[in-house]
């Protein structure tokens, strides 16, 4: 799987948009990019992911640059409750081996 | 929808003692894999099972292991505990994507 490099941590205002970026410049065609988040203490959560287009769900946007080798991770109205520790993992969607491989993620801090 | 079920949440154990810890993943999901977390080593893949078979094994001694059942439930057992494996232990179902389901974890302490 692609190695990824991201902000060790970001602050971002209540209300205001959080944009986390990832690089991924080794990524392979068919690799995805998929975000997850962990708030303190819990399991991770899955946010979305994307092959080469812009992707949106109800929790985020994902950007991913028209090379591939960077996206970011958009929260429209970052709420106290979106504080976390932000990763982004680049991986097949499927295949032999599944598992995902974290990195040290991005710890956003949403400030009142 | 039931999320992925761990048990116990929170266990505290003695070196040498054995642990076995369960998980129950989302209905209709096979794929069941496990993760331990460290603030030293962050969160590391120890094994992923599918239809009672264990398809990948991360890097972790042979005193880790795990079994899936016909329900896809999934438990993992750690032999001759050591105060090093004091860690939130996670388990994630799947349909085998890499859009995986985590449960809250059961946090291991060794004394």
């Known amino acids: 799987d692609a190695k990824t490099t991201q902000p060790t941590s970001m602050d971002c205002a209540e209300g205001r948009a959080a944009n986390l970026p990832c690089n991924h410049s080794?990524?392979?065609?068919?690799?995805?990019v998929y975000w997850y988040r962990q708030i303190h203490s819990q399991g991770p959560q899955y946010i979305i992911h994307g092959l080469k287009n812009n992707e949106t769900n109800e929790m985020a946007s994902l950007i991913i640059t028209e090379d591939r080798k960077s996206s970011t991770l958009i929260l429209p109205h970052a709420t106290l409750r979106d504080t976390a520790v932000y990763y982004c993992i680049v991986r097949v969607a499927q295949g032999s081996a599944r598992q995902l491989t974290f990195g040290s993620g991005t710890q956003l801090t949403v400030l009142p | 929808k039931a999320g992925v079920t761990q048990t116990p949440r929170y266990l505290i154990k003695t070196r040498g003692q054995q642990v076995t810890l369960s998980c129950s993943p989302i209905s209709g999901h096979r794929s069941v894999s496990w993760y331990q977390q460290t603030p030293g080593q962050g969160l590391q893949f120890l094994f992923e099972?599918?239809?009672?078979?264990?398809?990948n094994k991360g890097n972790f001694p042979g005193r880790f292991s795990g079994r899936q059942f016909s329900n896809s439930r999934s438990e993992m057992n750690v032999s001759t505990l050591e105060l090093g494996d004091s860690a939130l232990y996670l388990c994630?179902?799947?349909?085998?994507?890499?859009?995986?389901?985590f449960g809250q974890g059961t946090r291991l302490t060794v004394v």
């Open positions: 099972y599918f239809s009672e078979t264990q398809r």
């Open positions: 994630a179902s799947s349909l085998g994507t890499a859009e995986a389901f």
């Open positions: 080794t990524i392979s065609g068919n690799e995805y």
